[in-house]
C-alpha cells in the first residue's frame, strides 16, 4: 500500500511512501524509468516531506525513526532521527528549511535541527495522546500539532517552544490533519467526528466573531481553556466581564 506522496520543490521528483518499508522518488519528467528506492527503514513508511530547498527527503516510520536522504544522493546512508518511543506518524520542514518536526505515537513532537541532525531535538510535550499531523505557518511562527487526546490541536511558537501553547478545542473525535492557509489567516483541521473546521488566527477577527456570536465575554473558564498563555481581559467592550 502508497501510505503518501510528495512533489519537490521545483516539480522534478514524485517522492511515495509505502508498506514495503521504501521510499522512492520517482522523476516526473520520466514516469515510466524505475524510480530510485530508498531502503532503511524496517517497517511501515508512512509520511514524507521534502525541505524547501529540495535538499533533504524527510521519511516517517512504524520503525519509531525518521530519516533524512539526500535527494541528489539517494544511494548515500540517511541521517536516523531516533529518540522516538512509538511510531512516527508524520514529518514537516519549517519554511527556512531550518527545523523538522516529527508526530509521533509516544505523544510528543520532536523539532530536529535539520543542519545539525544528531543535536538532541526540542521536545514540545503537552499532548495527553498520540499526534498524528503537523504543519508550520507559512510565516514560520507556528507550528500547529493534532491527535487522539480529548480532540484538541495546539499551536506552538516556533520561537519560543518552551512557551505553553495555544489550544484549540471543539472537534468530537481525534484530529487527523491541519493545514494553515498561505495568508497565514486560517487553521484548517479534519477529525473523525465527520467535521473540518477554520480557526482564525487573527486576534482581531477572533474577538470580533466572538462578541458578534456570543453577545458576552468569554467566561475565566473559557478563557483558560482557549488562551492559557494570556491574562484574562474584557475583549467585548459592549458587554459586562464574563464570570
Known amino acids: 500500500m ?9 516539480g522534478r521528483w514524485l517522492a511515495t511512501a509505502s508498506n514495503d518499508t521504501t521510499a522512492r522518488l520517482w ?11 530508498l531502503a532503511g527503514h524496517t517497517y511501515d513508511v508512512v509520511a514524507v516531506a521534502f525541505s524547501p530547498d529540495g535538499r533533504w527527503l524527510a521519511t516517517a516510520s512504524g520503525d519509531n525513526t525518521a530519516r533524512l536522504w539526500e535527494v541528489a544522493n539517494p544511494a548515500a546512508a540517511p541521517r536516523v532521527l531516533a529518540g522516538h518511543a512509538g511510531p512516527v506518524y508524520a514529518v514537516a520542514f519549517s519554511p527556512d528549511g531550518r527545523w523538522l518536526a516529527t508526530a509521533n505515537y509516544d505523544k510528543i513532537v520532536y523539532l530536529w535541527e535539520v543542519a545539525n541532525p544528531t543535536a538532541v531535538p ?3 510535550v503537552g499532548h495527553a495522546g498520540p499526534v498524528y499531523a503537523v504543519a508550520f505557518s507559512p510565516d514560520g511562527r507556528w507550528l500547529a500539532t493534532a ?4 480532540t484538541t490541536v495546539r499551536l506552538w511558537e516556533v520561537a519560543n517552544p518552551a512557551a505553553a501553547p495555544r489550544i484549540l478545542a471543539g472537534h468530537t473525535d481525534d484530529v487527523v490533519a491541519v493545514a ?3 495568508d497565514d489567516r486560517w ?5 473523525r467526528d465527520n467535521t473540518a473546521r477554520l480557526w482564525t488566527l487573527d486576534a482581531g ?3 470580533d466573531l466572538a462578541c458578534a456570536t456570543a453577545g458576552r465575554n ?4 473559557e478563557w483558560q481553556r482557549y488562551l492559557a498563555d494570556q491574562p484574562y481581559r474584557k475583549t467585548c467592550e459592549q458587554w459586562p466581564e464574563g464570570k
Open 2 to 10: 502508497v501510505n503518501a506522496l510528495a512533489f519537490s520543490p521545483d
Open 147 to 150: 491527535g487522539g487526546d480529548n
Open 205 to 207: 477577527d477572533l474577538v
Open 122 to 124: 526540542r521536545v514540545l
Open 180 to 182: 494553515f492557509s498561505p
Open 27 to 37: 522523476e516526473v519528467a520520466n514516469p515510466a524509468a524505475a524510480p530510485r528506492i
Open 218 to 221: 468569554m467566561s475565566r473558564e
Open 187 to 191: 487553521l484548517a483541521t479534519a477529525s
